[in-house]
């Protein structure tokens, strides 16, 4: 038979895990919104989440109460003004650097090439962050450099994410990557992705480049997924939706 202290520790076991599972369901919900929501309704909601009306509708009261959820008039859902704050917070929590530095060493690890983050600014484009290269012999950059907006990779991807009309910039658009060979330097190859911040902002540009000599357009294709699933990392660490890159990688990996 059960001591009342082995009883009363198995109840707070067992209220804890109903209180996490709880939780998990109330991020389920949450996370059924994706940016091009403006509301969903509660057939919606359970089929995105998999959970039962009844179970959504329960834990729909507390995040009503606290306002991370509204119920509008004709019944449909949308994110509360509670998520906004947590946004906000969230944002003057993060620094760049933070979040970007560790993503470009990993990837400049995976491809023993530099890899750098470029900012637009104006008609120009400013190198922010910079990891180099492993090789003695590398594309070499500082960060602070200022370089053309319409010629390079990482160009190329600002301008085309920025509004740019016309090819190649539409294509960039649907492929979440350019590809460059001389294009700025003859001797410099370059691939580049986008890295977004909450609401679709164009954040930068993420860009793997070396010596064309060594780092050709074989190379570079390889090196697409990587690079994608870096800068959809970067995407998701600031807070937005990386679901564009994700697909894109998975596309760049499945090309010839």
Known sequence: MDSPSNSADAEIRRTSAEGVAALDRAIAI?????????????AEIAARTGLYKSTILRLAHSLLRGRLLERLDDGRYRVGPATFRLG?????????????????????????ESVAFYVRS??????LYR??????????????????????????????FSGQPGEPYETIRKTCNCLAVGDRDPETAGVSAPVFGPGRVLLGALTL?????????????RMKRPLLEAAAR???????????????????DAMP
């Open 30 to 42: 949450l996370d059924a919104f994706t940016t091009a929501d403006r509301s969903l309704s509660l």
């Open 88 to 112: 906000a917070l969230y944002q003057h929590s993060v620094v760049a650097v933070d979040i970007l530095l560790p993503i470009m060493r990993d990837l400049s690890e995976r491809s023993w």
């Open 122 to 127: 104006g008609d120009v484009r400013t190198c």
């Open 131 to 160: 990891v180099e290269s492993k090789h003695p012999i590398r594309y070499t950059i500082r960060e602070g450099d200022v370089l053309p907006l319409l010629v390079g990779s990482g160009g190329r991807v600002l301008a085309a």
């Open 234 to 252: 970067a995407t998701r660490a600031f807070g937005e939706d990386a679901s564009i890159l994700e697909q894109a990688s998975v596309a760049a």
């Open 209 to 221: 480049a070396g010596p064309s000599t060594r780092v050709d357009a074989a190379f570079l294709q």
